[in-house]
């Protein structure tokens, strides 16, 4: 079992940069692969990035690839967002996903993951 707290979210101006963060508890983050997701209103959850258990393996929509970066500090039991060159379409809430996974594993679709923090709003004003 793990719990996810999403922090880091905010208002920016579009071009603008915020750095999110997922914090894990539990005994095993490691051996989980994270993901971020997003969801905007009336829109459905969509996929944004992953990182496999030990941060080898990275993949990203998109949508984002260029802009944003996923990281994870496992000493920490955290997993970070850096977005970068925000633009308004990025305004959505977005949300932290674990699932335990073999090594070098990643995965992309948001009913593959199991545990789920609560989101956190990112807004980009124009």
């Known amino acids: 079992q793990v719990q996810l707290v999403e922090s880091g979210g905010g208002l920016v101006q579009a071009g603008g940069s915020l750095r999110l963060s997922c914090a894990a508890s539990g005994r095993t983050f490691s051996s989980y692969a994270m993901g971020w997701f997003r969801q905007a209103p009336g829109k459905e959850r969509e996929f944004v990035a992953t990182?496999?258990?030990?941060?080898?393996?990275?993949y990203y929509a998109d949508s984002v690839k260029g802009r944003f970066s996923i990281s994870r500090d496992n000493a920490k039991n955290t997993v970070y967002l850096q977005m970068n060159s925000l633009k308004p379409e990025d305004t959505a809430i977005y949300y932290c996903a674990a699932q335990q996974t073999a090594y070098h594993i990643i995965r992309i679709r948001a009913n593959e993951y199991d545990y789920w923090g609560q989101g956190t709003q990112v807004t980009v004003s124009s």
């Open positions: 990182i496999s258990r030990s941060g080898g393996i990275t």
